[in-house]
């Protein structure tokens, strides 16, 4: 017998665990990884070191650092039957659902279970996928687009091949803008993680099983790809889009946001945790700024974004509600600037946020967690005897 079971949907109060990486503090708005504060870490680190930072517990020196982002080269070919798989799709798929399953492919052609009490087993585990899931990431576009598939370049950075492997055509090189790098470096960092959130909520149940890491991320890419969760950004850009659409009228879009009989909600607002600003929105909103100006992109989803964000932080529902603008607000008004498609934002949220859930998955394995299976309270049918077919 149990003792009294007490339900509490989508676990708005249940802690699920115990954890040391990630730190949010939803009042005041402060969001720390290993203590760290963002700020900090999005203006004086790189993606590869936060990265480090959030697996292994502390900023890497510079040898570390160097040794890590040469050992993710050893990792960075992709078995050329993956690309099989990925032919098997129409062009048209989404790219987070071909992501989701590549991912998982690579437990084919990497078969052996990680150790992960064996460090060097684990160290290498990391840098694998580190280095496969970036390529396998930039595939599904090139896949969309029909273009031929790029290889990762051991002689450039980790976010300079994000660029290349994406961009890159047989037709000539691809001319690398460090500023883009520079904020696409930046935006990584603020995806990397963000404690017990959907995604890496589902990474950790799953590898509480004891399913592989590349399975555990599968589904962390699934989890993340609903547009009330990393699918948001895709989301913002198409509710943006609909406004411009509509001569940019935003007070009529805030009013059909607070409709309670209409499904549509103020894509990019509110958070389960932040009951003030997100503080990664603040950043990124001086990034978006800084990133138009420096490409000379004049972009109206922008303004629109400006003044929507605006009449909503005035507006009386969304203050009783502590909406504000959250991650995803922002972040694809830069991705659109650097001529990323709306359809790859999820899977940019993806590259970002791999760390942080490498880093939960090895924390939850290492400190012998439990399978995760919670109960519930039985609502269905009592008891009743069994009728054959002909008496229905
Ligand atoms: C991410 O968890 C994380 O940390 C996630 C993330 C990460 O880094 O991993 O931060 C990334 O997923 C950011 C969130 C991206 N999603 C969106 O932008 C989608 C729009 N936002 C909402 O769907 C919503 O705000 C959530 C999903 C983010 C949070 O939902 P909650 O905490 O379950 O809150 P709720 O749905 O219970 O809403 C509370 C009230 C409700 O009104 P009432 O029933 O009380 O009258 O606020 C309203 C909601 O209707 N509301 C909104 C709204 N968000 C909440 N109304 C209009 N527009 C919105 N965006």
């Known amino acids: 017998a149990t003792g009294a079971i007490t339900i509490d949907p989508g676990y708005k109060n249940t802690g699920s665990c115990k954890s040391a990486i990630t730190f949010l ?43 890590f982002e040469n050992d993710i080269r050893k990792y960075t070919l992709v078995n050329e039957e993956m690309k099989t798989i990925l032919e098997g799709f129409p ?35 990391v840098c694998k996928t580190m280095g496969k899931f970036l390529v396998i990431a930039t595939w599904t576009f090139r896949r969309r687009m029909g273009y031929p598939l790029n290889y990762y370049d051991n002689t450039k950075g980790y976010v300079d091949n ?48 004891h399913a592989g890491l590349f399975a555990s991320i599968s589904a962390g890419v699934s989890a993340l790809w609903g547009p009330l969760h990393g699918g948001a950004n895709q989301a913002v850009l198409e509710m943006l889009q609909e406004i411009h659409d509509n001569g940019g009228d ?29 503080p990664r929105a603040t950043i990124i909103k001086k990034a978006a700024d800084d990133v138009l100006t420096a490409l000379g992109v004049d972009d ?36 659109r600037a650097m001529g990323i498609p709306v359809e790859m934002f999820t899977v940019l949220f993806a590259i970002g946020r791999l760390p942080g859930w490498i880093a939960q998955w090895k924390e939850m394995r290492t400190s012998k967690e439990p399978i995760g299976r919670p109960r519930q309270v039985y609502t269905g049918s009592p008891s009743r005897a069994f009728k054959n077919i002909q008496d229905r």
């Open 25 to 67: 503090d939803g009042e005041e708005g402060i969001l720390r990884y290993r203590g760290y504060a963002i700020e900090d870490l999005a203006d004086k680190a790189n993606f590869l070191e936060v990265s480090y930072l959030l697996v292994f517990g502390e900023l890497p020196t510079s040898a570390q650092l160097e040794k």
């Open 91 to 125: 062009r048209t798929a989404h790219p987070m659902g071909v992501l989701s399953a590549l991912t998982s492919a690579l437990t084919a052609f990497n078969p052996k279970s990680v150790n992960v009490e064996n460090e060097k087993e684990m160290y290498e585990a």
């Open 162 to 209: 994000f660029m290349r492997l994406m961009f890159e055509l047989p037709t000539g090189p691809y001319k690398m803008d460090s500023k883009v790098v520079a904020a696409l470096d930046k935006l990584f960092i603020l995806h990397a993680d963000h404690e017990q959130n959907c995604s890496t909520s589902t990474v950790r149940i799953v590898g509480s099983s």
């Open 250 to 278: 935003v007070a009529k879009f805030v009013l059909k946001a607070k409709d309670k009989d209409d499904p549509f909600r103020l894509m990019g607002f509110g958070h389960r945790v932040y009951k003030n600003f997100d």
């Open 300 to 335: 109206p989803l922008l303004d629109i974004a400006k003044q929507l964000e605006k009449v909503a932080l005035e507006d009386e529902y969304f203050k009783a509600r502590n909406l504000y603008p959250n991650v995803d607000f922002y972040s694809g008004i830069i991705y």
